[in-house]
């Protein structure tokens, strides 16, 4: 795993949100793609949760709001999640890809084909 870095598993949060919580997650790769699992328990996915991406930066932020339920005791966290993932190479277009299932968030990002260098043969033309 080394296209995380020295960092992992310290990756802080994106400068300027403090307040955020920092997500867990998972790293793998493979099969030409890398795949992050988060740990986001009690989301709803299509409101709760949003993936941006920039460049080579994928951003998972979620938001967990507390019931108006009185409890007794909690140790649930409430509030803002964020983390970020910096891959080694521009994520493209066509990916990636999200599932939320049983409070995990899967993330699997494809990497692009490198570009073999093609051999081209310019033209001279004669100058006047």
């Known amino acids: ?8 598993p310290n990756v802080p949060v994106v400068p300027g ?21 988060a740990e986001l328990p009690g989301m709803d996915p299509e409101k709760d949760i949003e993936i941006t991406v920039e460049g080579d930066t994928l951003t998972v932020r979620a938001e967990h709001t ?3 339920q009185d409890k007794r005791h909690s ?7 964020e983390r970020s993932v910096r891959l080694p190479f ?10 939320y299932r049983d409070g ?3 993330v699997t990002v494809p990497r692009a084909a490198e570009e073999t260098p093609v051999t081209r043969t310019v033209p001279v033309r004669r100058g006047d």
């Not at 140790?75 to 999640?81: A, M």
């Not at 521009?90 to 990636?96: A, L």
């Open 1 to 8: 795993m080394e296209w995380l870095g020295a960092g992992f």
């Open 17 to 37: 949100h403090r307040d955020s919580h920092v997500i867990p997650i998972e790293v793998t790769e493979g099969g030409g793609k890398y795949v992050l699992r």
């Open 66 to 68: 507390e019931s108006t």
């Open 75 to 81: 140790e649930f966290r409430y509030g803002s999640f």
């Open 90 to 99: 521009p994520i493209p277009d066509e990916g990636p890809t999200a599932e």
């Open 104 to 106: 995990i968030l899967t």
